[in-house]
């Protein structure tokens, strides 16, 4: 029986970029990260062997790179070796084999990112002072004084 490709999605972050290949009800899943290819493969649920081997588009680190499996995929993190540095394609030929696709469900334009996420820490910051900022107690010669007029009206 000869082998198929299984049919790959990836996009691009600033640190990894993620891989998911779409084999439902896989067996015998085995993933190989080196530091310029990643090899891919199992069997999916009608017992067919599915193989892909990519040469990526630039050095990776394959000793903090990982997989994860669920019923519907497998799932590459896989670890940029110059992080922040955008990926135009996850290959380095410039022919795009039929199966693999970029994922425009997950991809974004992440330059700038960082600004975003530096506002959002500086905001969350002001609402962690404003919340911590201790005040003096309120006095509680009020609620005293309400008491006892309360006790003179009623007697």
């Known amino acids: 029986m000869e082998r198929q490709h299984a049919r790959t999605l990836w996009y691009d972050r600033p640190k990894y970029v993620f891989m998911e290949f ?6 015998d899943v085995h993933v190989l990260f080196e530091d310029h290819r990643i090899v891919f493969s199992c069997k999916n649920a009608d017992g067919v ?13 394959s000793k903090d790179s990982r997989d994860k499996h669920s019923g519907r995929s497998i799932t590459c993190f896989v670890r940029k070796w110059k992080e922040k540095v955008a990926w ?10 039929v199966w693999l696709s970029v994922d425009f469900d997950n991809w974004r334009d992440w330059e700038g990112d960082e600004e975003v996420e530096l506002v959002q820490v500086e905001h969350y910051a002001e609402l962690l002072h404003k919340v911590s900022t201790k005040r003096p107690a309120p006095s509680m010669d009020d609620l005293d004084d309400d008491s006892d007029s309360a006790n003179a009206t009623s007697n």
Do not use: G
Not at 49 to 61: G, H, S
Not at 88 to 97: A, E, Q, V
């Open 49 to 61: 062997e599915l193989y892909n081997e990519i040469e990526f588009y630039a050095k990776v680190n």
């Open 88 to 97: 135009p394609r996850l290959t380095k030929d410039d022919i795009k084999p």
């Open 22 to 27: 779409c084999v439902e009800d896989s067996t």
